[in-house]
């Protein structure tokens, strides 16, 4: 993939160019590559069509929030999905750049994962108090914000408490913060159970453009959120993941890896599995069938 732009930087599955003009300045492509990571690792097997549905998955949620971030007086960051270049047609987001706020706002609907050993330890979530006898996948009594900062490339996000979002953004932006990742997190989850897909938790990044909040990155994808089919939802184990379960299925039983090795290519029906678990995703979401 050529993309002729300079590139700014390069995540696990993603890409971000500097797309500005002397005409446009301060823009940035946004690519999603079809990399799938599983257990902190990058699989050396792309899931076909991965890239393209959570970019237009990504296009979608923008569309729906807007009401929300126009409630707070917030906007989005995406100028165009189809103003991209040839080779990333629609797997990039053409943005705006911002200056991007340093707290990685996270929402938590459901107990699971770091949230889960936290509870166990203190019996809250950071200064959120919560009722005894949750297990993992228990839905919480209300939506919890749980930010922390980023990390290093390779490294996880550090968590952090409400103070610290204060010292890094100011009362009244954290203030600010914190609502409006919940309300983007509940109409969110609303909008997804109805689609039969719990949205367990879910991870925002906002920027600022002036003085106006937006939100940027991608937007609760199943790369940035924790998706479980509703179906199978059963509070006391750990949840299947929605779209990456046949592959941690095959790593953990089938492929013989040790998670910390190079790990193994995919098998085929792994691969193609995947790659339905996230069209399905999309149109059940979305109502749209993916092209
Ligand atoms: N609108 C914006 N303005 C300024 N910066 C960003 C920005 C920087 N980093 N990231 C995260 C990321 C997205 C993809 C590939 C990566 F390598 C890293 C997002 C954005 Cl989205």
């Known amino acids: 993939m050529s993309v002729e732009l300079p590139l700014l930087a390069r995540g696990k599955v993603r890409e971000i160019y500097d797309a500005s003009t002397p005409a446009a300045p301060d823009r940035l492509l946004l690519v999603a590559s079809d990399r799938i990571s599983a257990y902190d690792h990058v699989l050396p097997t792309p899931i076909p069509d991965k890239g393209r549905v959570l970019t237009q998955l990504s296009v979608w949620w923008f569309e729906q929030l807007t009401p929300v971030l126009e409630s707070f007086g ?17 797997r990039a987001m053409l943005v705006r750049r911002l200056e991007m706020l340093p707290v990685e706002c996270v929402a938590r609907g459901y107990l699971s994962g770091s949230g889960t050993k936290e509870y166990a330890r203190t019996g809250s979530i950071r200064d959120v108090a919560l009722p005894a006898g949750l297990v993992e996948g228990s839905r919480l009594p209300a939506p919890v914000f749980t930010p922390s900062t980023k990390a290093e490339v390779g490294e996880h996000d550090e968590a952090i408490d409400f103070a610290a979002v204060v010292s890094a953004v100011g009362a009244g ?3 600010e913060l914190r609502e409006l990742t919940l309300a983007l997190y509940s109409r969110g989850a609303e909008i997804a159970e109805a689609a039969g897909i719990v949205l367990a938790d879910t991870k925002f990044e906002f920027g600022l453009d002036g003085d106006e909040l937006v939100l940027a990155d991608e937007v609760l994808t199943p790369d940035s959120s924790r998706f479980w089919p509703a179906s199978s939802w059963s509070p006391g184990a750990a949840q299947p993941s929605y779209d990456k379960q046949y592959v941690r299925d095959w790593l953990t039983n089938e492929s013989g890896w040790d998670r910390t090795s190079t790990p193994p290519e995919l098998p085929d029906d792994v691969v193609a599995a995947t790659r339905e678990r996230y069209v399905t995703a999309y149109e059940q979401l979305t109502g749209r069938s993916f092209a």
């Open 74 to 90: 917030a906007s989005h960051h995406l100028i165009s999905a189809t103003d991209v270049p040839d080779d990333v047609a629609g």
């Open 173 to 175: 932006r954290a203030e």
